[in-house]
């Protein structure tokens, strides 16, 4: 890409490496899922507007995590509701019935009706047997139906210790989990719940997932968004401990653990179907200002996809993260010395060491910077932005930090594009994901501290 389409995406806040669609809204990652040689990322979307209104599921794919291709929206709503946030499975058995010739693939996603006032949210299905380029609704739906109005985001995996499938589902402060031999009829085995949010705060997006330290150690982590209902507290949080096929047992209770101290990393979902790893992407946006970002045409991306891992830490276990080699072998590490290097427009992967332990790092043009502090001695990281989206509102401008345990790999990794800065580092214990919003593209990376 030359200067000049670098700065038309620049001037239409249209990112290079992270997922946008063409036109309208964009939320909550839906359905990943690894299948036919392609990624498969769906997502909430409004193709109408640059605001959240009736859900629909957008579709793209790729073959390497980041050179997405936009294709037709996959759900559209019905008489039964909007389509919000769930998950795809390859019912590789038929245990559905759904396929005939071929194993489908199911969406398991919520319903969301609004009728008389009153809502109403319940799970539906949809299956596909041409690879999840065209689905068809079951006729049966709704499947799962609570008579609930806050009960959503189903995501569904095939648990082969007992030959069935396993749905996890928010119900505002908790997580219920049921199972099904079928895909269509489910049994409630046990509900998940803390007693720590507060009144007004409540779960989303659940995700369960089984992962295995570098030392052998096998651990279940339970990964929910946390939002409260003003939005001024929003993030992605998770919980170390034990499945059983019925219920879920929690081992870090000392300790609130938070997978992203940036705002900017919410709804995240991990991929089905990939063997070995275990690969996420988020919503890179924030409620509490969503609705107000700049936008021309369209509003809404996604995070880099980022390989999450179980890491030993002094204080416990730990799940680490860093961009999936798809992404860095894309982009090309710049391998940075202390001082300042200038750009046309500063794009791409910036690898740092910070030789004495102390450093700071400032993204700039003229007038707007970006700025990070970390020091791996005493175990800290800060973030400022705001000189980079002061009309955004305090939830924007605020800083950010984060404690943290790793201090012996003394690396940041940096993830700049048009729009976004995510950081990487201790070892892949710390991970920040960060919008920004200039009136010109930062040109200058200065570097204090640092060397490779």
């Given at each position: 890409m030359n200067k000049k389409e670098m700065m038309n995406n620049f001037e239409k806040h249209r990112p290079i490496y992270h997922f946008s669609s063409k036109k309208g809204w964009i939320n909550d990652p839906n359905g990943l899922i690894y299948h036919g040689g392609y990624f498969?990322?769906?997502?909430?979307?409004?193709?109408?507007?640059?605001?959240?209104?009736?859900?629909?599921?957008?579709?793209?794919?790729?073959?390497?995590?980041?050179?997405?291709?936009e294709l037709p929206i996959a759900l559209y709503p019905d008489e039964k509701g909007t389509i919000f946030s769930g998950c795809i499975v390859y019912d590789q058995e038929n245990t559905s019935g759904l396929g005939k010739e071929t194993a489908p693939l199911v969406a398991v996603f919520t319903q969301n009706q609004e009728k008389n006032g009153l809502?109403?949210?319940?799970?539906?299905?949809?299956?596909?047997?041409?690879?999840?380029?065209?689905?068809?609704?079951?006729?049966?739906?709704?499947?799962?139906?609570?008579g609930?109005?806050?009960?959503?985001?189903?995501?569904v995996f095939w648990y082969p210790e007992e030959k069935r499938w396993i749905m996890l589902a928010a119900v505002l402060d908790s997580i219920f989990i049921f199972s099904s031999k079928n895909l269509r009829e489910w049994k409630k085995e046990s509900i998940y719940y803390t007693g720590d949010l507060e009144k007004n705060e409540i779960w989303e997006c659940p995700d369960l997932c089984l992962f295995k330290t570098r030392e052998g150690i096998q651990k279940w982590v339970l990964i929910v968004s946390q939002n409260t209902l003003d939005y001024k507290k929003t993030g992605v949080r998770y919980f170390v401990g034990k499945f059983d096929g019925k219920k879920f047992y929690e081992e870090n209770s000392e300790e609130v653990l938070w997978?992203?101290?940036?705002?900017?990393?919410?709804?995240?979902?991990?991929?089905?179907?990939?063997?070995?790893?275990?690969?996420?992407?988020?919503?890179?946006?924030?409620?509490?200002?969503?609705?107000?970002?700049?936008?021309?045409?369209?509003?809404?991306?996604?995070?880099?996809?980022?390989?999450?891992?179980?890491l030993q830490t002094p204080m416990g276990l730990r799940l680490g993260q860093m961009p999936v080699e798809e992404v860095k072998e894309y982009l090309n590490v710049y391998r940075l010395s202390e001082g300042t290097l200038e750009m046309d427009i500063l794009l791409g992967a910036f690898l740092i060491d910070i030789h004495n332990g102390k450093g700071k790092i400032c993204l700039s043009n003229k007038k707007e910077r970006f700025m990070i502090d970390i020091d791996f001695d005493k175990q800290y990281i800060v973030v400022d932005r705001s000189k980079c989206g002061e009309n955004l509102g305090k939830e924007f401008t605020e800083t950010k930090n984060r404690n943290f345990h790793i201090s012996r790999q003394r690396q940041i990794l940096l993830i700049i594009d048009i729009t976004s800065v995510e950081i990487f580092t201790a070892g892949g214990e710390?991970?920040?994901?960060?919008?920004?919003?200039?009136?010109y593209p930062f040109q200058t990376i200065k570097v204090q501290g640092g060397t490779l």
């Open positions: 498969h990322l769906f997502y909430q979307h409004y193709p109408e507007g640059v605001v959240h209104g009736p859900m629909h599921w957008g579709h793209a794919r790729s073959k390497q995590l980041i050179d997405w291709e809502t109403r949210q319940y799970q539906s299905l949809a299956y596909s047997t041409d690879g999840g380029m065209t689905f068809e609704k079951y006729a049966g739906n709704p499947v799962l139906d609570l609930l109005s806050d009960f959503r985001d189903p995501k997978l992203d101290f940036g705002r900017d990393n919410y709804a995240a979902a991990t991929f089905a179907g990939i063997e070995g790893r275990i690969v996420q992407v988020g919503w890179m946006n924030c409620w509490a200002y969503a609705q107000k970002l700049p936008e021309q045409g369209f509003r809404g991306s996604m995070t880099i996809p980022r390989e999450l891992y179980l710390v991970a920040g994901s960060f919008q920004y919003f200039s009136k």
